[in-house]
Nanobody, 119 residues
Framework: QVQLVESGGGLAQAGGSLRLSCAVS????????MSWFRQAPGKDREFVAR????????YYADSVKGRFTIARNNAKTMIYLQMNNLKPEDTGVYYC????????????WGQGTQVTVSS
C-alpha cells in the first residue's frame, strides 16, 4: 500500500501563490507516475499536472500551464505543486495521486486539500 497525505492548501488572493505538498509513504514502486488533480464545486475531478518517475518529464493542463509547477524530492517521498498567479477558477480540492506500473488508472489517492482563491 501507498499512503498519500496532502498539505499546504488554504486561502489566497487572485495573483497570489500557494505551494501544495504531498507526503508519500508505505510501499514504494519503481516507475510510478505522480500527479495532481483538482475538483471544483459541482464539477468533475480534472487533471492538473503529472511527473514521470525519472522526474525529467512534466505535463500540465492547459489551464495551469505557465503558472503551476510540479516537482518531487530526490527520495521520491514528497510531491509538490507550486501554484503562482492564482485565479478564482483555481478554487477546488486538490488531490495527489500515484499510478503504479502496469495499471491504467491512478490507484492511490490522498484525502485532498482545499484551495480557495478570492478575487
Amino acid at each position: 500500500q501507498v499512503q498519500l497525505v496532502e498539505s499546504g492548501g488554504g486561502l489566497a488572493q487572485a495573483g497570489g501563490s500557494l505551494r501544495l505538498s504531498c507526503a508519500v509513504s508505505g510501499r514504494t514502486f519503481s516507475g510510478y507516475t505522480m500527479s495532481w488533480f483538482r475538483q471544483a464545486p459541482g464539477k468533475d475531478r480534472e487533471f492538473v499536472a503529472r511527473l514521470t518517475w525519472s522526474g525529467d518529464t512534466t505535463y500540465y493542463a492547459d489551464s495551469v500551464k505557465g503558472r503551476f509547477t510540479i516537482a518531487r524530492n530526490n527520495a521520491k517521498t514528497m510531491i509538490y505543486l507550486q501554484m503562482n498567479n492564482l485565479k478564482p477558477e483555481d478554487t477546488g480540492v486538490y488531490y495527489c495521486a500515484v499510478r503504479t506500473p502496469g495499471t491504467s488508472s491512478y490507484n492511490y489517492w490522498g484525502q485532498g486539500t482545499q484551495v480557495t482563491v478570492s478575487s
